[in-house]
Structure formats: C-alpha cells, structure tokens
C-alpha cells in the first residue's frame, strides 16, 4: 500500500533551527523533537510522566463555609463583590498548578563533517512509517539518520549509516535542565535525576534516561561527556526513559530498572526489528483512514514553503496532509498506558512551558480527543478514561471538602497529579464543569463502539459527575431555574474585569448531555431507575438557551453579549450545544441554529489557533461548508501553522491540529444517533475526492466518494443490525443494515 508522499509525509530542504521546525516522533508515553542537523544532531526528548511537583492537595480549607455567601452576593446581582470573595476564600493553594518538563536532549556530533560543504540535504517525517529520515551527501559519502520511536519495545531508536564502509563518525552525550548526573559505563550513558519543585510543592519524582551506542565495526571510546565512535560502518542508538510516577498518589517506581530492561530487551533485537514490529503497530491505526482531497503541482514542494503560500495556492492536499497529520500527532502522544496528551501533545522544551502544558479541560483536552472517534482513532482514548477515573476519585475529595457535595467535581485545569480545585483566579477557573465534559466524552466512546461491558466499567464516573450537581445546582430565584452557582463561561468577562455568574449557557448545555446520557446509560445497563428518573427531572429544570437583542445565542442568563469587553473573544463557549454537542442542529432547532451562527458572525472568523479549529468544527455543524473552508485556510496558513505543521496559538499548542482533523472530517462525514449525513459540508474546493473508514455513531464505519461537488458512492457498515436514516443535502435515504454486511448507496438512492 503506497502513500500519496503530498498527504502524508513532510519534508525539508534545511535542518530546523527552530524547535516549530523540528519534526515529532513519539509512542504515546515517549517523544522526541528531530531537528535533522547536518554537523550536530538534537534530539529533544520528553517522557509524559515527568512533571514538577508530587502529589499535593490544593483545596482552600475556606472554602466551604464561604461558599454560601459568594453565591448569595451573585443572587443579589453583586458580581464584582462575589468574584473578590470568591478569589480571596475559594481558589486553590497553591493558586497554580505543576508543569509538564523536558527530560533533556541526546545530541549527536559528527566531527569529520562540515555543515557548509553538505550537499543534496532533505529532512523528513513519513506519517505512514512513523520515521524521521535526515540525508545529506559529504565529499563522496551519502549519510543518512534513521529516528523511530517504538510503541512495542518502549524505546527511541536511532540509526546512522553511510554509502562508505568505515565512514560513521560520531560523537554522542546526553544533557538534561533538570537536576541530573550523567554516567558512563562502557556504551551506555545513564542520566539520572529528579524533578523540580513548583509553587511550594517538593518535587517527588526520580526520573532515568539511558542512551546505548552500538557499533558496527569501528570503535568506541569515553569522552568527557559521552561516547565517541570513529570508522564505523554504521551505529545505533537506543534510548528508554522512565520516572518513578505510578499514579497520582503513588511515586515508588523504579526508572533505573525499567529503563535498564527496555534498552537489554531492544538491543537484542537490533534497529531492524524494532522498526519492523513499531511500525505495523503504527500502521494498524493509521492506515484506518485514508482521504484523497485532489492533488496539484503544489503537493511537491517542500513543506514549509506549502504552508507559506497556502492562502493563495490551490493545495487540496495541504488539507489532506493536515488531517492526516493529526491523527499522526494522536497515535503519537496517546496509546494505553501513557498519559492522556496535554497541551503540547508530548513535546516540551521548556522548563516552564506556556500554561504549563497542563490538561486544560475547559475546551483544550476536549478537543485534542474530538477526532478519536471519527477518524478511527479510539484505542487512543484509553489515556482519557484512565485520566477521568484518577479525576473523579481526586475530585470527589474537591466536592466533598470544597462543597460540601456528593459525586465529584473538576474546574478548568488539571494536571499530572489530578489536582481538582480551582486554579490561577476566579475568571478563569471558577468552572465547574470541566469533568462533566469529559465525561461526554466517555459517553462517545460508548456511542461509537456499542461495548456495553465498557458502558458498565465507566457508568460509575458519569454518575458522580451527575450526582455532583444533583447536589450543588441552585434554584435561581428570578426565573425559577436551575443553574450553577458560582460558575464563568470560560475565561469571558461579561462587564470589565469580571466574569463570574450563575448558569452560563455553557453549563446549562453541558448539564443536559450530561443527565441524558447518564439516564440512557442507566436504562441500557438496566440500572439506578430511581436516579436516573431523577435527573431527567433535572434536566427539564436547567435554565433553556435564550436568544439576544442582537439575534445571537446568550452566552450568559442575562443578555450581556453586546457589552461584553471582548466581542471577538477566542472561546465560544457558548456554542458548545451546536458542537461537539447536537443539542442545537438547523433541522430539528432552527432558531437556535440561527442564533448560533449569528454569535459566530459577531465572534469573527479568525482567532487563536485552536479557537479556529473550533469555529470550523461549527459552521460544518450549520452545513456552511464554503465558510468552513475559508476559515481553513486560514488556520493551515502561516499565521496559525508553524513550519513543521504545529498548530499556532501562538505559541504551540497542539489542540488546534486535533480540532483541524476533527473539523475535515466533519465537513465530509456527520452522524448523530441513527442518522448519517454525507457530505454536509463539502466546499466547491475539493471538487473530487475520496474518504475511506470514517466512523459513526452505532458502531459504523463510512466510505464515500465524490466527484464534480455530487456523490459518487457511499459505502456503510455496521457490527449492529438496525435501521439508519442516511441523508445528503435535503434528500434521504433508509437503510436497514445487517451486521458487517456493507450497504452502497449512490446519488440515485436519495429520495
């Protein structure tokens, strides 16, 4: 199965000098930056576990008895005094959370090469292998640089060889901004040390990388901070990191024998077969999906000059290597067993990274999921589960100790430690509805793959994410609603320097997915009647979605869209029921549809990049797809893509890629219950083109084709028997599928 090499493999006519220039090699738990250099190789390495801080507790012991006053004060419409209260007695302690670290760089000197007199240089990222390759030619010997990170042995495997016997000269060290001591015994270099403290917290973790060089004749020698190879005909550098984290109360690891047996057990197997086994590992996701948007003579030039020129060039298949790019980065930096991926996916340089790479699960962690289940990708949410099931037992300590409440509770950020409390002030983390979102997405992974064991292990999560609210919602005294109180929409001040509220309109349409998949959840496992009959009741108590004066859907109870100080603010929170939700929809809604989309038109098309990826996701949920793609462009441009195809907040943040795949998967394909929508959003750009293994809600999975803007054919299966309502533009079609028997449809099946 050859790739197209324009849509799925990026590539380079100079090494990186920018860490947005480096290309990202990763198995879920380990990565690497590859800066292809000619002279001095980097690579810049993470491990997911690392972390500043240890487990800490950060609930305000004030905070409960404060409560009743703050929400008092907003009842009485006294925000500014509710929002002072609320920094002074209800934010956690510390008010920030720790931060995802860098474990350090592998660096590979080649001394007997000069970087002026290169020749014939190319870097670059072949998505379907999963393998970085830098080659370059020095006087008469062709070089090239091999970088694989293994999903099945757990190690980064490094491969240098030459055209001339006996021509591999190298120099190799590892260094580290943490706390570390580097050791050498014979071909192997051991760096071990310990991560940083953070806002008071004491580091808690022990951290080891290893690095084994292995000759192919030549030889090998201690050098002052490595090992030095000369006359080789080729090496191979084998890399492994661990910490001593095993879960967020639990540090007792031991890295230095983990590592120790992943570098025995790799180096007895040797580059080849490592790259072998990893890579029909990584195939066996990845080629799950495959998509042909057209192709031009622009799909042969090198990268970074198609990203440059992308607002004014005709590349389809800018949008095709985009998408694909994705799920490359989700295969990446979310595999079970690893941590969930964070802001930055796995790759971090810095010690103190922007936001602290954290989980910011207000919109962030949410999107980097959106297109697991689409595009075939839903073994990568394993992370994400485990993720919400340290969440809730963290966060029922939150809701016990801060709210006096059942269930549990998670604000707007987390981190390695699970910490639940709010964070960073009441503007922005005074949000309680950031585990109730996740657990939508635990729903998802039901809905999509009909595993009712699975439905059974999760169910006890979703139903402390309801209880939690069952007992904290409030009755507005005005309306006689039930609402949240306190809350924010996320990080939007509705007046000057104050956000706080009660029952934005974001929660209330959290709130109602929530209580309903809870309640399908509990009839389909034939369980907890009583509850869930409860919280249908509170469901039709949730204060409704209103429309503005300005015929836009109201962010908050009141209608204070028009005076908020930022009209064009990033989030859109706001528009959560449009997507990922299908609360609001332009058949079955259409007054909420048109509020929606006027909020949008009052937001602006263009904004940070995962905020752009999100307004995409949005007009393909109203069927607009000639906006969508417009606002595309924009995000694959150079203002919101990064030389190496990173997403652009700026700075990186790897959300807004997840959101972008999502996004092109939803202008081709939607589903939503028992329906499927073909086509919803096809822009006049790609006038012709195929997607294949799209998934679908009830266990499906999609084929289509299309040419000239009109369906060719459409191919569905299903592992369930059961009727689906297939729809394209305003016509539809019936089908009654049998399991794994597929079904074709093609435009003279539409009635």
């Keep these: 199965m050859e790739a197209d090499l324009g849509t799925n493999r990026l590539w380079y006519r100079k090494p990186a000098e920018r860490w947005t220039e480096a290309l990202p090699v990763g198995n879920g738990r380990i990565g690497a930056m590859v800066f292809g250099g000619i002279d001095r190789e980097r690579l810049q390495l993470n491990e997911d576990s690392l972390w500043s801080g240890g487990p800490y507790d950060p609930v305000n012991p004030q905070a409960c008895a404060a409560l009743p006053e703050v929400r008092r004060l907003i009842v009485a419409g006294h925000l500014a005094e509710a929002q002072a209260l609320a920094n002074a007695k209800l934010m956690a302690k510390p008010l920030q959370q720790m931060s995802y670290q860098p474990v350090g760089d592998l660096l590979i000197n080649l ?47 490094v491969r240098l060889t030459a055209s001339k016997p006996g021509a591999v000269d190298c120099d190799v060290s590892l260094d580290s901004p943490q706390s570390a001591t580097l050791e050498l015994d014979g071909d192997m270099l051991t760096l071990a040390g310990r991560n940083p403290g953070e806002q008071g917290i004491a580091g808690a973790l022990r951290f080891v990388a290893r690095a084994r060089v292995l000759r192919e004749g030549g030889t090998l020698e201690a050098r002052a901070a490595g090992v030095g190879v000369r006359g080789a005909d080729a090496v191979t550098i084998l890399i492994a990191m661990a910490t001593s984290y095993r879960r967020f109360n639990d540090t007792s690891g031991d890295p230095d024998a983990i590592t120790r047996a992943q570098i025995a057990a790799a180096a007895a197997r040797g580059f080849a077969d490592i790259f072998a086994a990893g890579v029909a590992d990584h195939r066996r996701l990845y080629r799950s999906v495959r998509l042909d948007l057209g192709r ?36 990446a930096s979310s595999r079970a067993g690893s941590q969930p991926a964070n802001l930055q996916g796995i790759w971090n340089d810095h010690v103190r990274p922007p936001w602290g790479s954290k989980y910011t699960i207000n919109i962030n962690t949410e999107m980097n999921y959106w297109p697991a289940e689409p595009t075939a990708l839903a073994e990568c949410t394993a992370p994400l589960i485990t993720f919400v099931r340290d969440l809730a037992e963290q966060g029922a300590h939150t809701a016990r100790e801060m709210y006096g409440a059942r269930g549990w509770v998670a ?59 069952v007992d904290a919602l409030q009755r507005d005294p005005a309306s006689g609603h039930l609402v949240t109180n306190p809350s924010i929409s ?7 320097g104050v956000s706080i509220c009660a029952g934005p309109a974001m929660d209330m349409q959290i709130l109602r997915d929530l209580f309903d998949q809870v309640a399908q959840a509990a009839a389909i496992l034939d369980i907890d009647r009583a509850f869930a009959a409860e919280l249908i009741a509170l469901r039709a108590g949730l204060a409704p979605d209103r429309i503005g004066a300005q015929g836009q859907l109201q962010e908050w109870q009141e209608d204070w869209d028009g005076d908020a100080p930022e009209p064009h603010h990033r989030h859109v929170s706001h528009l959560y029921a449009l997507y990922p939700s299908h609360q609001i929809d332009p058949d079955d809604t259409p007054a909420l549809a048109a509020a929606a989309q006027r909020s949008l038109e009052l937001r602006g098309d263009r904004a940070t990049g995962w905020a752009t990826a999100w307004r995409i996701n949005l007009w393909a949920r109203l069927r607009k797809g000639e906006h969508a793609y417009e606002i595309l462009r924009f995000l694959l441009g150079p203002a919101r893509t990064y030389p190496n195809l990173f997403d652009a907040h700026p700075p990186f943040q790897i959300d807004g890629n997840f959101g972008g795949t999502a996004a092109i998967a939803e202008m081709l394909v939607q589903s939503k219950g028992n329906q499927i929508l073909l086509l919803p959003a096809l822009p006049s750009a790609w006038p012709s083109g195929a997607i294949s293994g799209l998934r679908v809600r009830g266990a499906g999975s999609v084929d289509v084709s299309w040419r000239d803007g009109r369906l060719d054919a459409a191919t569905i299966v299903s592992v369930l028997a059961g009727p689906r309502v ?13 399991p794994n028997r597929p079904v074709r449809l093609t435009e003279a099946s539409f009635r």
């Design 296 to 331: 031009t003579a622009s799909a042969d030039r090198p990268t970074d000059e198609r990203i440059r020129t992308s607002e004014d060039s005709d590349d389809p298949a800018l949008a095709a290597l985009y998408f694909n790019y994705g799920r490359y980065l989700l295969i």
């Design 111 to 157: 001394p007997t090469i000069s970087a002026d007199s290169a020749t014939d240089y190319e870097r670059a990222l072949d998505l379907d292998s999963a393998l970085a390759v830098t080659r370059f030619t020095a006087g008469t010997v062709r070089y090239e640089r091999r970088v694989f990170a293994c999903p099945v042995h757990q190690v980064l495997a």
């Design 411 to 469: 604000h707007h950020n987390t981190d390695l430690w699970r910490a639940t409390a709010p964070i960073d002030g009441a503007s922005w983390g005074l949000w309680p509805t950031g585990g109730a979102w996740l657990c939508t997405h635990l729903w998802d992974r039901w809905d999509y793959g009909r595993d009712r064991d699975y439905l059974a292990s999760v169910y006890p999560l979703m139903r402390g994410a309801a209880l939690f609210f």
């Design 490 to 496: 996320p990080e939007n001040e509705h007046h000057k």
């Design 726 to 738: 297939v729809r394209l533009g305003k016509r539809t079609a019936t089908v009654r599928l049998r």
